[in-house]
Structure formats: C-alpha cells, structure tokens
C-alpha cells in the first residue's frame, strides 16, 4: 500500500500550534479592520485561490551539467499525482495539475483520471513537448519543430499536438499550452519573417482542432534552448499570433522567460487589456529562466503581478479569467517542499494585493503623488498576512505550518522505500 498523507496526520501536527495562529489573528483581523479591512472577507478570498501544479516539478530537476536525484522520485505519472496529492492536503489550493506528454503518456486514460479524481485532483493544463526527440520518433526536433523548414516535420509536431488535444480531452482538460524550443543559434540561420508564418500555419491547425471549451495558450520565451532567436520571442510576437488565431487563444506568461529587469507586470496590465491573458507559469529567477521557487528572489515583483491582477479582478475586466500555474525545477530542494511553499507564496502576494488601499492609490495617482502611490503599495506589500494564511489552510483542512507537518509525517522516507532508484519508468526531466 502506497502512504498517503492523511488529514488526521494534519490535524495532530495543528492541534499544538492552533492557540498561537488564532491569537495572531485576532491581532491582524485588528490591524485591518483600523485600515477599514473585514479579515474574514479577505480569508473567504485566500481559500477560494487555485494554482495549478506541474507534474514536471514533483521530480529533481537538474540543469545540462548534472542532475542530483532524490530519495523516492516519481517514476511515472501515478507517483507524480500520489505527490501532488500530498501538496494538496497541505496547502488545499492546488487540486488542478498541469501534464506533460509525452512524459505523463497513461496507457490508460480512464485509469489515470480515476485516479486522479479519487484524490481529489484534475487535470488542468495539457502540455506539448516538441522540444525534445522522443525515442522511435521519425524526424528530428533538432533544427526545430512546429517551425521546421521542413513541411514533414511540422507536420509531425502538429500531430503530436493534436494528439495531447485528444487526449486532454479523455482527461478533462481545460486548455492546451505550447511552447517550443524553435529557434536559432546563430546571426543568419533563421529567416524570422519566414519562421514566424511557419509558426502561425502550425499553430492554425492545431488551434482548428481545439476540443469543444478548450483555450489554446502560447507559451513566449526570449532565448534557451536557441541561444540567439527564438521564434516566439516575446509578448508582442505572442499576442499578434494569438489575435491571429482567435477568441480562443491567449498568451501565457512564464515570468522566468524574459530579460532580466523587464517589467513584466506592465506585460500583464497589456495583456489584460487586451483581452488576451491566459495566465501564468509561476517561479522566480535571477539571471534568466532559473525556474527557482516563487518569491524566492522577487517577491515584490510577485506581489506588483497579483497587483495588477487583483485590480483587474476588483473592477470586473469583461473575460478576465487568467490560469494559475507553477513551472518550476527544483534542483537542490525537495520538489513537495518547494511547490508548498511556492503556493503558499502566490496566496501571499494575492492576500496582500487585496490589501491595497486602491481608493488612496487612485487619490494618488489623480494628484501626481509619486510617493503617495508608492506608499499605497508598500502598505499592504509589507503587510504580515501569514496569520492569515494559516488560518485558511487550516480551516479548509491544511497544515499551519506546510513543510514542518510535511518534514513530520515521514513522507519522503516512505516514497524512498516504496520507489526504489535505479527504476524509472520514464518520467522526463524529472
Ligand atoms: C520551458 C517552458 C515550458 C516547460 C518546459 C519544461 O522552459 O517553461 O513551459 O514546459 O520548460
Ligand atoms: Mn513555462
Ligand atoms: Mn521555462
């Protein structure tokens, strides 16, 4: 019998720490309601938070010098959602996973979304992979795929996502995300107008085959694995192709796949005006897509996004309806213990965007008041809404404190038992 983590386990590891989070939240429910805050409103609002995580970073990660594995790693996709299913107990706010085929390729449909639903999962996003050869694959990825110069290999590429369409669709998927590692490495090698129409021809056809209430995501990235171009460089070049292809498409934004210091959350406030959001793959990074936990190196920026998606939210923007999701690889952490704390990290910086006084910043704003604004931002930034947090978590059944229940229950010790190393069963890069 594989170990689960239970919801007795949970509540044995809250019941000492129960008194000190209820006395801090009486405090903060205090504080706020001097700032004209209800805390139980805001509470309702950090339960009702979804974010969707990657079957991908329940594995080690590793970058092109080495991969470190973990004790117990998933060795196929019913591992990964055993994992996923301990990170929703936790945290109780990611039911919804993100696929990647082929690398969660179930022989058996039916059985996978069983299995998933008795845990209280579903799956949420399908993701392509055409960044990779596969093994018995005809033709080669290496100088491209949904772009190739070569109709065939397109053709290929748009087969294997017409593929994941059909089977996100046995899975009850909402959408399909794609990103492609087309590009190119040196001055010259590409001809960009050329490549970027090859894109839009690829992309009709699979857009053409969406199943009925899917959304058709695109995924931009401005370099890696081309180190000089890349075909869908940026969010204007996403949102031309998604206007292009139609109602149904939307661009997605993956904060590590921009230069460093761009201002991403003005890329959001854009796409969000124009109707063409499709939401998120959230992680963090330094220097490029480092793909490290959420707020682990900007949590302002973090908290400056969920400020211009909660402002959006607040004033009912028509067809706002953005998808939460985590992509990160967890190279030197334990991958449950990373995507905890990332989710709690996301439910942090949208508590604290509802914290900002949006009538003292709009004052502000009329008056030119550059500090004033400022000031309207760092007030609900530098907010303590752990309390909070906790509180949520553990009315809806979580844990006070995620990663010490996590670390108690001997999880990780049983999957290192149950998963011998040395027997993956093809798991990706994980
Ligand atoms: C890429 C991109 C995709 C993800 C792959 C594994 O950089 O972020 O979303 O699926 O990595
Ligand atoms: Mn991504
Ligand atoms: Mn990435």
Known sequence: ???????????????????????????????????????????????????????????????????????????????????????????????????????????????????????????????????QDQPGQELSYKFGSLTHTDEAVRRQAVAHNLHCLELGAKLGARSHTVWIGDGGNFPGQLHFRRALERYLESLRAIYSALPAGFRLFIEHKLYEPAFYSTVLNDWGTSYYCTRELGERAFSLVDLGHHAPNTNIEMIVARLIQFGK??????????????????????????????????DAELEGVPGFDPSYMLDQSHNVTDPIESLVTSAVELVRAYVQAQLVDRGALREAQRRNDALGALQALKQAFTTDVSPLLAMARRRAGGAIDPVAAYRASGYRRSKAEERPAGERRGAGIV
Request: charged share 25%; aromatic share 10%.
């Open 1 to 131: 019998m594989a170990f689960r983590l239970s919801d007795e386990a949970i509540a044995e590891h809250n019941a000492p720490r129960l008194a000190w989070v209820e006395e801090d939240y009486a405090h903060l429910g205090r504080q706020l309601a001097r700032r004209g805050v209800e805390i139980e409103r805001l509470t309702e609002r950090a339960t009702a938070f979804r974010v969707a995580v990657p079957s991908w970073g329940v594995g080690t990660g590793g970058t092109r010098f080495a991969r470190f594995a973990g004790p117990g790693e998933p060795r196929d996709v019913f591992e990964k959602l055993e994992d996923c299913e301990a990170i929703l107990k936790l945290v109780r706010v990611t039911p919804g996973i993100s696929l990647h085929v082929p690398w969660d390729e179930p022989q058996s449909p039916a059985e996978l979304l069983a299995f998933a639903r008795e845990r209280g999962l579903f799956v949420d996003s399908m993701n392509s992979n055409t960044f």
């Open 277 to 310: 959001l499709a939401g998120f793959h959230f992680n963090d990074s330094k220097y490029g897509d480092d793909d490290l936990d959420a707020g682990a190196i900007k949590p302002f920026q973090l908290f400056l996004v969920f400020n211009e998606l909660v």
